[in-house]
């Protein structure tokens, strides 16, 4: 079993930044991949990035690419995103997830671990 537990969802002008963070408890396994999944009223939980811990190798959707950028803390099974220049479309519940293994997939069903969620507002 893994927890994971989500910080630094807020509200922010358009334009700004903010770094959301995600701890995974300790865990049985060799290898874990972590990502952010967004989801706004009315839409499909979409994805956003995504890590893996041992590699740190990345996968960030292009629709973010130029603004966000996903990084980890191995030592502490912790991974963050870095959001800039936010956009009021970037509004959304933002999911944190985790899967044993290093492959870095962008569709939500692969994996099995899901933080509560925190919100992020951007205002215009």
């Known amino acids: 079993q893994v927890q994971l537990e989500e910080s630094g969802g807020g509200l922010v002008q358009a334009g700004g930044s903010l770094r959301l963070s995600c701890a995974a408890s300790e865990h049985p396994f060799s290898t874990l991949t972590m990502a952010w999944f967004r989801q706004a009223p009315g839409q499909q939980r979409e994805f956003v990035a995504a890590?893996?811990?041992?590699?740190?190798?990345?996968y960030v959707a292009n629709s973010v690419q130029d603004r966000f950028t996903i990084s980890r803390d191995g030592a502490k099974n912790t991974m963050y995103l870095q959001m800039n220049r936010l956009k009021f479309e970037d509004s959304a519940v933002y999911y944190c997830?985790?899967?044993?293994?290093?492959?870095?997939?962008?569709?939500?069903?692969?994996?099995?671990?899901w933080g509560q969620g925190t919100q992020v507002t951007v205002s215009t």
């Open positions: 997830a985790a899967r044993q293994g290093a492959e870095l997939h962008p569709t939500p069903h692969m994996y099995g671990y």
């Open positions: 890590i893996a811990l041992n590699s740190g190798g990345t």
